[in-house]
């Protein structure tokens, strides 16, 4: 599976964004997708991710910001970040997991393909 993230870019403070990322292959609908994030200086953090089954889960400090969703028939995956924060700075991968533990979701461990990540930039 290769993964290709694109959408970032340079947005002000309150302003939304939506990333995409298309997967290759043909078994996408069986695979659960995560978001994550890596600021300069820090750790790569969890996002947002969403199962094979559409259950989606999300980090407290994307909830009710940031909506993750899926289309199958177009094997991709989206964020779509709303009320952006100089905070939400930072390089967002996507990820492809074949077997993500519910209670897994969250562990970078638990995906096995990464896409090369987009930068986007919250001016305040």
């Known amino acids: 599976v290769q993964l290709q993230a694109s959408g970032g870019g340079l947005v002000q403070a309150g302003g939304s964004l939506r990333l995409s990322c298309v997967a290759s292959g043909r078994t996408f609908s069986m695979y659960g997708m995560g978001w994550f994030r890596q600021a300069p200086g820090k750790e790569r953090e969890f996002v947002a991710a969403i199962r094979w089954n559409g259950n989606t889960y999300y980090a407290d400090s994307s909830k009710g910001r940031f909506t993750i969703s899926r289309d199958n028939a177009k094997n991709t995956v989206y964020l779509q970040m709303n009320s952006l924060k100089s905070e939400d700075t930072a390089v967002y991968y996507c990820?492809?997991?074949?077997?993500?533990?519910?209670?897994?979701?969250?562990?970078?461990?638990?995906?096995?393909?990464w896409g090369q990540g987009t930068l986007v930039t919250v001016s305040s």
């Open positions: 990820a492809a997991g074949r077997s993500i533990i519910l209670t897994e979701v969250s562990a970078g461990t638990s995906y096995d393909y």
